[in-house]
Every structure is written in C-alpha cells, then in structure tokens.
C-alpha cells in the first residue's frame, strides 16, 4: 500500500496509541563509567529458545552512545504504583538516579527495585530501524515479583482493573490476617526448637526480655511485655523460676547461667530460621518488606 506524500504522522501515533503496552525502564553503564537509563515502551519478546527481547531507542537520544557501547543493558518492567519512576527516567539532563537504592549487574550495571519483572540481558544485535535503534538482547537473569504492571495506553498511564471476584466483596484476605499467616509460617521451625527445650513462645521471650533488661522486677517484665503485645500466661514465669533458668533475688530477675546458655542457644537458632526466611526473598523485596513493617510498626497505636 503507497502512502500519501504528507503521511498524517500524528494520527499514526494517536492509532498506535490504541495498542496498550506495558512500562519499562532500561537502564545500562556508560564508557565513563556513568549510570544510564530511560523510560521506554518499545519492548518485546523475540524468542524463548535462545531467550531473547528487544527494545528501540531514538536516534536522537543524549544515551545513544553509552547504550551503543555497553555489552549488557537491563530492563525493569515496572509496577502499577511506580509512575513517578517512568516521569523521572522520561525527564532529560536530570539525574536519574540520584537518591535511588540501587543494585548492581554485569559490569556494575544499574539495577532498580520494586518493578514487577527484571531482565539482565546481553546486547547481542543491533538494527536501524528508521528513526530509532533496535537493540536486541540475549537474556541472562531474569526476575519476576506478583506485582500488577504500569499500563500505557493513549498517551497516558492506566493500570489493570481489580479482579471481579474483588468488587463482589471476595477479596483477598485482610493485611493482618496475611501477617498471621506469614507470622506462623516463618516461626513454625522455632515453635519446634522451643518445644524441643519444653518451653512456649511465652517463656522464649520472658528469657529474651530478662537477658536485655537490667535486672527487672517482675511488674516492669510484664508491663515491657504487655506494651510489645505479649502479656506472659500465668505459671510461664515460676516455672522457669522452679527450673533454674530464672533467679530471682530482692525482687529482681535475672537469667542463671543455665539459662544464659539456653537464651544464647535460642537465639541463634531463631536467627538462623529468619536467614533461611530471607535468602527465600530477592534483595530489593527483602528491603521493602522490612520498610513496610517498620512503618506499619511506627504507625501502630499504643496502648498502656
């Protein structure tokens, strides 16, 4: 089919917009040794089988060269509530990175967090392809996160409507139900190591509290206890007091030495369950989560 002479380029973008994509940021490593990057929606997949993607970049653009030279560029497919990310590697002259918690790659390539799927690849072609380069990469690590991806879709952003079972009141189960269940999930190997040395959760964290406090009286104990949410059950106490493990001497408590060696144990084998818990958990979700949990923690009311 021939084209007019004055091809009608803005109604030809205004159908392509019509085509709704996804959002990425393709970061790479400048020859200086500079961090690059920029918003993009021109990728692609181009094979499973040797696994390749593709993306294009403008002619024009002030990256050209260090996209050019890099061996490896990595794109970061990014989630529904990282807008303000696409706005700022969209900007020009502006520092990108600045302020960003990054990781790094192949050749101390840029790596950003919280985006809903990551490829590391390595340039293997490159095409001209009109006014914009094609860069053709072989993928060597990829990462994906159950995180809902930014949309484009007529000059703007959008995201995914909730499910339909959400709007009918079946949604997902509230956030401290989901904390439970993660709670349970992650101290089930310690509930076996207390139960293995006879002891609750309860008398774990009398020990825990005991060890840190300056000898405490048993009402300074309890109120530490009840304000972190852990009122003590009645017997817990005296009976780590008829075993040895607590003394108790004008009214302060302190561990003995049996139960110094058993706290030190306990510790260490609970720290060893929530490092196993971690490494089960990419680096970037690991830092948001702890955020997440201390700003729900900070955020929490108090009561006396």
Known sequence: ????????????????????????????????????????????SVSLDPPLVLWSLAKTARSRPAFEQASHFAVHVLAADQDALALRFAQRGADKFAGLELARGPGDLPLLSGCAARFICRTVHRYEGGDHLIFVGEVEHFEHW???????????????????????????????????????????????????????????????????????????????LAAEGRAPQRGELADLLARGLVVEEGGRLFLSAAGQKLHLELAAAIEGVEADAERSLPWDLRQTLGRVLEQLAADAPTHS
């Open 1 to 44: 089919m021939n084209h007019p002479q004055a091809f009608p380029t803005r109604a030809f973008r205004d159908a392509l917009g019509a085509f709704a994509t996804g959002v990425t940021v393709v970061t790479a490593r400048g020859p200086a040794g500079e961090d690059v990057g920029l918003t993009a929606n021109s990728f692609n």
């Open 146 to 224: 159950p995180r809902p991806p930014l949309l484009f879709h007529a000059g703007r952003f959008a995201r995914l409507d909730p499910p339909a079972e959400a709007e009918q009141g079946a949604a997902r189960p509230f956030l401290g139900e989901l904390l439970r269940r993660a709670y349970r999930a992650l101290y089930a190997p310690v509930k076996q190591v207390l139960a293995s040395h006879d002891l609750s959760v309860g008398q774990y964290f009398l020990l825990s509290r005991i060890a840190h406090l300056d000898r405490p009286t048993a009402r300074r104990l309890r109120a530490v």
